[in-house]
Antibody, heavy 120, light 108 residues
Framework: QVQLVQSGAEVKKPGASVKVSCKTSGYTFTGFQVHWVRRAPGQGLEWMGWINPRSGGTNFAQKFRGRVTMTDDTSTSTAYMELNRLISGDTAVYYC?????????????WGQGTMVTVSS | SYVLTQPPSLSVAPGQTARITCGGINSGTKTVHWYQQKPGQAPVLVIYYETARPSGIPERFSGSTSGNTATLTINRVEAGDEADYSCQEWLDGGDLWVFGRGTKLTVL
């Protein structure tokens, strides 16, 4: 059974950083890119970027370049997303998801979400 | 920036048909997908590759495109279909993904 299990909720102050983990199981970690998506209160889903666990390559939405880092640990099949210089507008639920090439790059499995609250 | 346009909300009576549109997609693209998200839950893929349904998604859910608009159709709407529905497109030119703002479906 394919599963993506994320780390717990975080509360951070403006200007700080947050690192969210996504532990995968039930499939070959290096065979699928892992994406990060967020949903702020009252807003729609927002794609942030992806990491390719096979190569370590990454690609980010323009909005997050320079402020986000995505890494992985193939020994534990875990992906990480770190967002720096947090502002109140970064308050959101952050999700990791896997895409399937044979599904037209749709996201077929998602983590349960991690609530990140940015507040002074 | 690339924008996919969805109506913010749609209300439908049980048993009726809901049609949710997503405007601004690349004409001819096949890599358009739809997600259902209920409060407090992660999104669930309901349509991929424009028209295909993942295993476990009822046949009442279908997708189509015409020109620059994709449409998610839900036949015989049930109370359990009440959720936010978001479209997504893969932009192969930049290997980027973009979501619509989402449509909140209310079942009356």
């Amino acid at each position: 059974q394919v599963q993506l299990v994320q780390s717990g909720a975080e509360v951070k102050k403006p200007g700080a950083s947050v690192k969210v983990s996504c532990k995968t199981s039930g499939y070959t970690f290096t065979g699928f890119q892992v994406h990060w998506v967020r949903r702020a209160p009252g807003q729609g889903l927002e794609w942030m970027g992806w990491i390719n666990p096979r190569s370590g390559g990454t690609n980010f939405a323009q909005k997050f370049r320079g402020r986000v880092t995505m890494t992985d640990d193939t020994s534990t099949s875990t992906a990480y997303m770190e967002l720096n210089r947090l502002i109140s507008g970064d308050t959101a639920v952050y999700y990791c998801a896997r895409h399937r090439h044979d599904y037209g790059f749709a996201f077929d499995v998602w983590g349960q979400g991690t609530m990140v609250t940015v507040s002074s | 920036s690339y924008v996919l346009t969805q109506p913010p909300s749609l209300s439908v009576a049980p048993g009726q048909t809901a049609r949710i549109t997503c405007g601004g997609i690349n004409s001819g693209t096949k890599t358009v997908h739809w997600y259902q998200q209920k409060p407090g839950q992660a999104p669930v893929l309901v349509i991929y590759y424009e028209t295909a349904r993942p295993s476990g998604i009822p046949e009442r859910f279908s997708g189509s495109t015409s020109g620059n608009t994709a449409t998610l159709t839900i036949n015989r709407v049930e109370a359990g279909d009440e959720a936010d529905y978001s479209c997504q497109e893969w932009l192969d030119g930049g290997d980027l993904w973009v979501f619509g703002r989402g449509t909140k479906l209310t079942v009356l």
